[in-house]
């Protein structure tokens, strides 16, 4: 059974700082993998998707990282700033026919201090 | 404007109640699922539909059901068999299996 883990579960920061979030799974057999960010009280927002074949993706500040054969990705925040504080989620779609689900990790909780 | 939009924001339900949460999209997904998030869990898949008039159940299924009758709308009941509704409920949408799945801003559900 597929498992997605977040370590840590929270993280707080000074402005400015480069910061790695990490997520494990332990089935590497995986469609894709999607990060999210979760403001309080909100949905989730979509930051970046990466397909089973890529290694990585980028967006700004933001650089997503896949390594599936050790099941890990990292999300890579540059030049964190307060605006940054945000719950943020990875999930994992499993390589299961005719299954379009995600399974979710259950966060990293990041304070950017300014 | 694309989206997923989720009603009512807030839910309040007495015990014994059926109540039915509304979520209604115009990005043309055919995938659309709802997950129930509770403090310190992750997300948990509660449904999911690929296709219309089709759905299937996911981790934790019991108490809740739905319809998929239209491509845009995915309601979801939360019965009276459901004992612990109280939980922030997620609505979310794909293209397929391939693509990014894109999230309503939620309903939290109150049981007084």
């Known amino acids: 059974k597929q498992e997605v883990t977040q370590i840590p579960a929270a993280l707080s920061v000074p402005e400015g700082e480069n910061l790695v979030l990490n997520c494990s799974f332990t089935?590497?057999?995986?469609?894709?993998l999607q990060w999210f960010r979760q403001d309080p009280g909100k949905g989730l927002t979509s930051l970046l998707l990466?397909?089973?074949?890529?290694r990585e993706q980028t967006s700004g500040r933001l650089n997503a990282s896949l390594d599936k054969s050790s099941g890990r990705s990292t999300l890579y925040i540059a030049a964190s700033q307060p605006g940054d504080s945000a719950t943020y989620l990875c999930?994992?779609?499993?390589?299961?026919?005719?299954?379009?689900?995600?399974?979710f990790g259950t966060g990293t909780r990041l304070k950017v201090l300014a | 404007d694309g989206g997923i939009t989720q009603s009512p924001k807030y839910l309040f339900r007495k015990e014994g109640q059926n109540v039915t949460l509304s979520c209604e999209q115009n990005?043309?997904?055919?995938?659309m699922y709802w997950y129930r998030q509770d403090p310190g869990q992750g997300l948990r898949l509660i449904y999911y539909?690929?296709?219309?008039?089709?759905?299937q159940k996911g981790d934790i299924a019991e108490g809740y059901s739905v319809s998929r009758e239209k491509k845009e709308s995915f309601p979801l009941t939360v019965t009276s068999a459901q004992k612990n509704p109280t939980a922030f409920y997620l609505c979310?949408?794909?293209?397929?299996?391939?693509?990014?799945?894109?999230f309503g801003q939620g309903t939290r559900l109150t049981v007084v």
């Open positions: 979310a949408s794909s293209i397929g299996r391939e693509g990014s799945a894109f």
């Open positions: 089935d590497s057999a995986i469609y894709n």
């Open positions: 990466i397909q089973s074949s890529q």
């Open positions: 999930a994992v779609r499993p390589l299961t026919s005719g299954t379009y689900k995600y399974i």
């Open positions: 990005l043309n997904h055919d995938a």
């Open positions: 539909s690929q296709i219309v008039n089709d759905f």
